[in-house]
Nanobody, 111 residues
Framework: QVQLVESGGGLVQAGGSLRLSCRAS????????VAWYRQAPGKEREEVAE???????NYADSILGRFTNGTDNARNSRWLQMNGLRPEDTGVYYC?????WGQGTQVTVSS
């Protein structure tokens, strides 16, 4: 049974950066595919970034040019680099891969 463990969230000032990690335990990543979601208070969960099975990277318009995501197969993990953070980026961030969800990690951006 696979478990996705997320880390890297925290409190940062506007304009700052964070790097989220999503590490799989119990199973190796067999494809590059991963999706990153976030859920702001009072809002629905939305997808912000993904890597498709074919390796294509897609990003939501709201984070385009500020966030990037990639793979670290040596650590059996996926990452989301977030630069130029804004208060509206605040929320719980989740990774989804191998048909499983991470536990979520809180990102709070202060103005």
């Amino acid at each position: 049974q696979v478990q996705l463990v997320e880390s890297g969230g925290g409190l940062v000032q506007a304009g700052g950066s964070l790097r989220l990690s999503c590490r799989a335990s119990g199973r190796q990543f067999t494809t590059n595919a991963v999706a990153w979601y976030r859920q702001a208070p009072g809002k629905e969960r939305e997808e912000v970034a993904e890597i498709t099975h074919e390796g294509k990277k897609n990003y939501a318009d709201s984070i385009l040019g500020r966030f990037t995501n990639g793979t670290d197969n040596a650590r059996n993990s996926r990452w989301l680099q977030m630069n130029g953070l804004r208060p509206e980026d605040t929320g719980v961030y989740y990774c989804f891969a191998l048909l499983s969800w991470g536990q979520g990690t809180q990102v709070t951006v202060s103005s």
